[in-house]
């Protein structure tokens, strides 16, 4: 079993390898570089540590698991948040929010979850009707605003109901989403 520090983000929470001992280090190539005194350490998933602490920001608790994803999806990426700011809309409205980027990774956990033979996490989504809710932000602009994309170019009528629930009915694109479907509703 190996070990996770698993912490909360405003988005919902992650997790990174942890070692409290030289049996947890097997496999992590830092058997010879990390030694008993510099324990406990967090693997920070761009190839480095650091000393792990109790009372880090974030940090919810200790965890084992032998899953390649340790959380579940719905614990990564919170399900149906209030907060949705940016993330995933299924096409029964249903949402799932992630940073500004982690649109592919929360992407490839839905995907494990309901689409398991798929190799293209974001591709199957689009071709599935999942809306992207992406930050509009362009560099010359004073805020960050929302933009609501799907490849197929039409929505449901429930994303139109979730969309209209997070203030978005008057963004132009969903403004066109929704002349282009409600035929289809």
């Not at 947890?24 to 324990?39: A, V, Y």
């Not at 959380?71 to 399900?79: I, K, R, S």
């Not at 190799?119 to 960050?144: A, C």
């Amino acid at each position: 079993m190996k070990k996770y520090a698993v912490y909360d983000s405003s988005t919902g929470s992650y997790c990174y390898r942890y070692a409290d001992t030289l049996e947890d280090l097997e496999g992590t190539g830092f058997e010879d570089i990390i030694t008993e005194e510099q324990l406990p350490v967090v693997f920070d998933g761009r190839g480095g540590y650091y000393h792990f602490r109790p009372d880090e920001y974030g940090f919810n608790r200790i965890i084992e698991s032998d899953k390649e994803t340790p959380l579940e999806l719905e614990e990564m990426y919170t399900l149906n948040d209030p907060e949705f700011k940016l993330g995933w809309i299924s096409p029964e409205g249903d949402t799932y929010s992630c940073g500004y980027t982690n649109h592919n990774k929360c992407a490839k956990m839905i995907v494990q979850k309901f689409y398991p033979d798929s190799k293209f996490p974001e591709k199957t989504l689009d071709r599935n009707g999942w809306l992207q809710v992406i930050d509009s932000w362009d560099g010359t602009q004073r805020q960050h605003g929302q933009f609501v994309f799907t490849e197929q170019g039409k929505i449901t009528q429930k994303q139109a109901d979730r969309l209209f629930d997070l203030g978005l009915y008057n963004n132009e694109e969903v403004k066109k989403l929704i002349a282009d479907s409600e035929n289809d509703w």
